[in-house]
């Protein structure tokens, strides 16, 4: 039975928060898991979207403010 890496093993992985034994075994196991590689490709993916959809409300709050200003004057 093969046995994946946890979620919170994937995230150290992602986040490179995690001490470096346990990193390298995190990295041994990938280069031979497709189904590991896969899930950590999505959490890299859903981070990317996730950074993403926080700039573009950033940026419409800060268009937001900037015409209430323009109002308000």
Known sequence: MITHLSMEQ?????DGDRSEPVLAEAHR???DCADCQAELNRLHQRTALAV???N???R???ESQHLSAVFAN
């Not at 994937?10 to 992602?14: C, I, K, N, S, T």
């Open 60 to 62: 419409r709050l800060a």
């Open 56 to 58: 573009i409300l950033e």
């Open 29 to 31: 196991h990938l280069a």
């Open 10 to 14: 994937l995230l150290a992985v992602r």
């Open 52 to 54: 993403l959809e926080a």
